[in-house]
């Protein structure tokens, strides 16, 4: 049996020491699955070569030529939905270099996405060149949803937004 001594009476308590542990991107599954399938190194390349938290200069002119965009999101169940919105090169607008804006035209009348983004305001874009770069671009962030007088007032010199 092992005897437990007294702390003394100045000493400071027992300091625990837990290492800083820095958040990669992605999710734990996708973490999980690149450990048990030895991608993790790859996963790692990706991650520092080509994650941004921003649109850099080249990802902004490639976003100004898109003609089309893929749209994911999901309600707040999690069932997905996958888009696509398609307009002449500019209709896919860069507001700032962490913020895109697309008009959503009449459509089906379904709102799907904007049904899910009023329950669960996570988004995926996806922009593919297939001519000329032969490449894509995944955007991925939070969505507001915002009237044409809304977005006219808050990004004044951005044009208006068309009707749906």
């Known amino acids: 049996m092992r005897r437990l001594r007294p702390r003394r009476r100045n000493s400071p308590p ?9 958040r990669r991107p992605g999710s734990d599954g996708e973490h999980r699955l690149q450990d048990a399938y030895g991608t993790r190194e790859r996963a790692e390349r990706f991650y520092n070569d ?5 649109l850099l200069p080249r990802m902004v002119e490639f ?6 965009v893929f749209i994911a999101t999901a309600d707040a169940s999690g069932d997905c939905d996958a888009s696509l919105r398609a307009g002449s090169p500019g209709f896919l607008r860069v507001l700032d270099d962490r913020t895109l804006a697309y008009p959503e035209y009449r459509g089906n009348g379904v709102l799907a996405s904007l049904g899910n983004l009023s329950e669960n305001p996570h988004i995926g874009l996806l922009m593919i060149d297939v001519v000329e770069d032969l490449i894509g671009l ?12 809304t977005f ?3 990004y004044p010199g951005h044009g208006e937004q ?3």
């Open 138 to 149: 995944h955007v991925n962030g939070r969505a507001h949803v915002l009237d044409n007088d």
């Open 162 to 164: 068309a009707e749906g």
């Open 63 to 68: 976003v100004r030529r898109m003609e089309m």
């Open 14 to 22: 027992p300091t625990r020491i837990c290492p800083r542990v820095e």
């Open 152 to 154: 006219a007032t808050r």
């Open 50 to 54: 080509q994650f941004r938290d921003r």
